[in-house]
């Protein structure tokens, strides 16, 4: 029963995320945190938060290092 809990509140957060996308709201931000509660029991959602998370590091450092360039 927890499972299925944690899942339906999961999926539920991830919905409104999208929904957030289009409306006003912080859209990314409920997906994130949907498939971080996902990822407490499923392994699936663990391993795609993490390749989220690594994704977000990679254009953070692209922006970063353009910022860099434009200084100097």
């Not at 509140?9 to 999208?18: L, P």
């Not at 690594?54 to 910022?67: C, E, F, G, M, S």
């Amino acid at each position: 029963m927890y499972r299925i809990g944690v899942g339906v509140i999961g999926g539920a957060v991830i919905v409104a995320g999208v929904a957030m996308l289009v409306l006003p709201g912080p859209g990314w931000l409920a997906i994130f945190l949907g498939l971080g509660i996902l990822s407490t029991e499923f392994a699936w959602a663990h391993r795609l938060l993490n390749w989220a998370k690594n994704r977000v590091h990679q254009a953070t450092d692209k922006v970063k290092k353009r910022t860099r360039r434009k200084k100097d």
